[in-house]
């Protein structure tokens, strides 16, 4: 008995320092920090953070050295896939993290869609920009939810972990 509860301890320890290296928390179900971060030397650091329709999420670190860092260089340098078109009012993105897995058309009527969202200190909003008019400072994060189109209030991702 007390050689399965020693094997026992030490495997949910090994759990949580893997949890805690990951910067997380046994009771927390939100985005899992990147283990890196592009630039990571940088003094100012921004996050994209995705939520899939099933829920899964992930997070992405990108460090710069100026004030602020666009949208568009954030999802460039993450190193998350994404497709754009461009529309008349500026770029649409039709797919991220490969969801959906294949697409003819950016906005299908009555078919999920990515939505928007920026975080500042610790709260999300909802974009009233396009993602490649979106300013970011340091630890602040751009988010990214797919949702059905029948949802009548989208919910944000989970807040960024740095």
Same mark, same amino acid.
């Given at each position: 008995?007390?050689?399965?509860?020693?094997?026992?301890?030490?495997?949910?320890?090994?759990?949580?320092?893997?949890?805690?290296?990951?910067?997380?928390?046994?009771?927390?179900? &939100?985005?899992?920090?990147?283990?890196?971060?592009?630039?990571?030397?940088?003094?100012?650091?921004?996050?994209?953070?995705?939520?899939?329709?099933?829920?899964?999420?992930?997070?992405? %670190?990108?460090?710069?050295? !100026? =004030?602020?860092?666009?949208? +568009?260089?954030?999802? =460039? +340098?993450? &190193?998350?896939?994404?497709?754009?078109?461009?529309?008349?009012?500026?770029?649409?993105? %039709?797919?991220?993290?490969? @969801?959906?897995?294949?697409?003819?058309?950016?906005?299908?009527?009555?078919?999920?869609?990515?939505?928007?969202?920026? @975080? !500042?200190?610790?709260?999300?909003?909802?974009?009233?920009?396009?993602? !490649?008019?979106?300013?970011?400072? =340091?630890? @602040?994060?751009?988010?990214?939810?797919?949702? +059905?189109?029948?949802?009548?209030?989208?919910?944000?991702?989970?807040?960024?972990?740095?």
């Amino acid at each position: 008995m007390r050689k399965h509860l020693i094997g026992t301890s030490a495997i949910l320890a090994l759990a949580l320092i893997a949890i805690a290296a990951c910067g997380g928390s046994p009771s927390t179900a &939100t985005a899992s920090p990147a283990s890196t971060c592009v630039n990571a030397a940088a003094p100012h650091h921004a996050y994209v953070v995705i939520q899939h329709l099933s829920g899964t999420a992930v997070q992405k %670190c990108v460090g710069f050295t !100026t =004030d602020t860092i666009d949208g +568009q260089t954030v999802m =460039d +340098q993450s &190193t998350i896939q994404f497709e754009t078109q461009t529309f008349s009012f500026g770029k649409g993105v %039709c797919q991220i993290d490969n @969801e959906p897995a294949q697409f003819s058309k950016c906005f299908p009527q009555d078919k999920p869609y990515w939505s928007l969202w920026v @975080e !500042t200190n610790a709260k999300w909003t909802s974009a009233q920009t396009g993602y !490649t008019d979106v300013k970011l400072h =340091d630890k @602040e994060a751009m988010g990214w939810h797919y949702v +059905q189109s029948t949802d009548p209030s989208a919910a944000p991702p989970p807040l960024a972990k740095p």
